[in-house]
Structures are given as C-alpha cells and as structure tokens.
C-alpha cells in the first residue's frame, strides 16, 4: 500500500486559490499515473487531473480547464494540484490516487493507491 498524503485544502472565498500536495513518501516517482480526485457533498467521486510520470500526459475534467494546473515533482516525490479561480461548485473533499495505466485515465478504476483526502470548502 502506497502511503499518499494530501496536504493543502481549507476554506477559501470564490475567486480565490489554493495549492493542494500529495507526498508519496518515495513511492510516486515510481507510478506512472498520478491522479486528483473530487467527492463533493452528496455526489460521486469524479476525476480532476491526472498526469503520467514524464508529464507527456496530462488531462484535465472540462469543468476545471483553464483554472486548475496538475504537476509533479520527481526529486520531492510530490504531486500538486494549483486550483485557481475557485467555485462553490468545487467544494468537495480531494483525493489523490497513484497507478501504472498507461493512459492515466480520469476514471478511478485506472488507481489502486489513495490518499486520505482533504477538505476544499469554497464560499460565495
């Protein structure tokens, strides 16, 4: 089991940022997929980002495009997630998720390692 630790949510107004870390405790380096995920309150869990090891893969969900930056960084075995812009409607609890897909797909069945989650709450 692959220790993944989030760090970094909190309450935040509408319109402002936040950066989230995932610190993998040397294990990320070597997983080729690195991804965020997202439960809001009531809803299921949705993906947000994922990136590949090299970072020749990147997606982003369309409702995040163009706010949200994922990124990792091998040498400190930690991948962020620079949320900008923020909604309400990004309120939820994030989660990181480790695997080996070659795709780094944004659906949770390409993850076998999570993280405990972290608490975004973004007010109007």
């Known amino acids: 089991q692959v220790p993944l630790v989030e760090s970094g949510g909190g309450p935040v107004q509408t319109g402002g940022s936040l950066r989230l870390s995932c610190a993998g405790s040397?294990?990320?380096?070597?997983?080729?997929?690195m991804g965020w995920f997202r439960q809001p309150p009531g809803k299921e869990r949705q993906g947000v980002a994922t990136i590949s090891r090299g970072g020749d893969i990147i997606q982003y969900t369309e409702s995040v495009k163009g706010r949200f930056t994922v990124s990792r960084d091998s040498a400190k075995d930690t991948v962020y997630l620079q949320m900008n812009s923020l909604k309400p409607e990004d309120t939820a609890i994030y989660y990181c998720?480790?695997?080996?897909?070659?795709?780094?797909?944004?659906?949770?069945?390409?993850?076998?390692?999570w993280g405990q989650g972290t608490q975004v709450t973004v007010s109007s």
């Open positions: 998720a480790a695997g080996d897909s070659f795709t780094c797909p944004l659906g949770d069945f390409g993850y076998s390692d």
């Open positions: 040397g294990h990320i380096s070597r997983m080729n997929c």
